[in-house]
T-cell receptor
Framework: DAKTTQPTSMDCAEGRAANLPCNHSTISGNEYVYWYRQIHSQGPQYIIH???NNETNEMASLIITEDRKSSTLILPHATLRDTAVYYCIVRAAGASGTYKYIFGTGTRLKVLA | EAQVTQNPRYLITVTGKKLTVTCSQNMNHEYMSWYRQDPGLGLRQIYYSMNVEVTDKGDVPEGYKVSRKEKRNFPLILESPSPNQTSLYFC?????????????FGPGTRLTVL
């Protein structure tokens, strides 16, 4: 099963872009990369996902390298409310074609005023 | 309002006393899952279910049981809780169909086993 590696913590100035990296060097061809974030001890919140192509939505952009071994989540204009733990997840196929989710350790992003 | 609910939100119990944490979703989702979260370890998946009567082990299933008799409910059962099961637990659900499987998480249940 593909595992992910993320930096433990990062700081970002308010209004600047936050770039959060994730390594998933053992990812296989049919596994998606998902990003979630968790504010305090609330339930995690979905941000974005992708397979091969770069993706963008109203919250963030996801850049996936051509070899798919790493990705970067970009918050274009970070605000104080973006302070959270960000999880990079690879969706793995389990028994009988089912899917389990493997969370990384997450990156604690602190947005500074 | 579309949501995942968990009960109880907080629970303090003693070793060996059976307990059940309930999880319910009102979005008609096929996929449901349980996670535990411990400091320094992130979220780890305990069990998941692709549909009624279909369950599978996640990464840390030992000491837990689940059942999926109805689509909307996915209770987590601790037959004989131990202190190492003290944790923050999250239930999640998502639609099964298609490649897009955003998970919706519940508010969490903080369990302390003495």
């Amino acid at each position: 099963d593909a595992k992910t590696t993320q930096p433990t913590s990062m700081d970002c100035a308010e209004g600047r872009a936050a770039n959060l990296p994730c390594n998933h060097s053992t990812i296989s061809g049919n596994e998606y990369v998902y990003w979630y974030r968790q504010i305090h001890s609330q339930g995690p919140q979905y941000i974005i996902h992708g397979l091969k192509n770069n993706e963008t939505n109203e919250m963030a952009s996801l850049i996936i390298t051509e070899d798919r071994k790493s990705s970067t989540l970009i918050l274009p204009h970070a605000t104080l409310r973006d302070t959270a733990v960000y999880y990079c997840i690879v969706r793995a196929a389990g028994a009988s074609g089912t899917y389990k989710y493997i969370f990384g350790t997450g990156t604690r992003l602190k947005v500074l005023a | 309002e579309a949501q995942v609910t968990q009960n109880p939100r907080y629970l303090i119990t003693v070793t060996g006393k059976k307990l059940t944490v309930t999880c319910s979703q009102n979005m008609n989702h096929e996929y449901m899952s349980w996670y535990r979260q411990d400091p320094g370890l992130g979220l780890r998946q305990i069990y998941y279910s692709m549909n009624v009567e279909v369950t599978d082990k996640g990464d840390v299933p030992e000491g837990y049981k689940v059942s999926r008799k109805e689509k909307r409910n996915f209770p987590l059962i601790l037959e004989s809780p131990s202190p190492n099961q003290t944790s923050l637990y999250f239930c999640a659900s998502s639609p099964r169909t298609g490649n897009y499987n955003e998970q919706f998480f519940g508010p969490g249940t903080r369990l302390t086993v003495l």
